[in-house]
């Protein structure tokens, strides 16, 4: 099966500009999750999906962030406008639907992220 | 949430069995303890998940005691691509909220 895709693997752009990240989850997980991870600090949740819904959404640094799910499919993540700070790796995870609370957690399966360097 | 602790780094000979413990002191009822490993430019990817006592999967095992209050990741015969971060999480709803900062495993000839 195809694992979790993300594009673009990297992206270099100016403080001010607007950039999107997109990310493909695994055919047929309902949930997906955006990460991230800026220089030198711990991979952080930003926000999850459930289909096309956003359940979570406690992570999101502002409002400059905005991610959408139309049709519950693929996911974009756009930062409008990008400061130096936003610089880091964009991890997008999916997982299947869980089972429930009391049994086996659906394990999260990542895409490799895309670098994100605002200069 | 609870909040983890393991050790920032260590070194392992290839052939060697790697132990890594993990605190959790605060994990609650319904957590379930989580590992997943990350290499360079990828994603962290899971390795293994358990509630209690042992499990074991073609990767690793995970023992847990019957406080719960740590885990442990046993790697048998590691080698040289088992460098990477591995990381213990606590999860309750299906997602981690916290990855924490790992253990970064060096594994040398």
């Known amino acids: 099966e195809a694992g979790v895709t993300q594009f673009p693997s990297h992206s270099v752009i100016e403080k001010g500009q607007t950039v999107t990240l997109r990310c493909d989850p695994i055919s047929g997980h309902d949930n997906l999750y955006w990460y991230r991870r800026v220089m030198g600090k711990e991979i952080k949740f930003l926000l999850h999906f459930v289909k096309e819904s956003k359940q979570d959404e406690s992570g999101m640094p502002n409002n400059r962030f905005l991610a959408e799910r139309t049709g519950g499919t693929y996911s974009t993540l756009k930062v409008q406008p990008a400061e130096l700070e936003d610089s880091g790796v964009y991890f997008c995870?999916?997982?299947?639907?869980?089972?429930?609370?009391?049994?086996?957690?659906?394990?999260?399966?990542f895409g490799n992220g895309t670098r994100l360097t605002v200069t | 949430l609870a909040k983890t602790t393991q050790p920032i780094s260590m070194d392992s000979y290839e052939g060697q069995e790697v132990n890594i413990t993990c605190s959790h002191n605060?994990?609650?009822?319904?957590?379930?303890i989580t590992w997943y490993q990350q290499f360079p430019s990828q994603g962290p990817r899971f390795i293994i998940q358990?509630?209690?006592t042992k499990v074991t999967n073609e990767v690793a095992s995970l023992f847990i005691p019957a406080d719960r209050k740590s885990s442990t990741l046993s790697l048998p015969r590691v080698s040289l691509s088992d460098t990477a971060v591995y990381y213990c999480l606590v999860v309750y709803s299906g997602y981690a909220l916290n990855f924490g900062k790992g253990t970064s495993l060096l594994v040398t000839p």
């Open positions: 605060n994990i609650a009822t319904n957590d379930y």
């Open positions: 358990g509630y209690k």
């Open positions: 995870a999916s997982s299947q639907e869980e089972v429930t609370a009391s049994s086996y957690n659906s394990p999260l399966h």
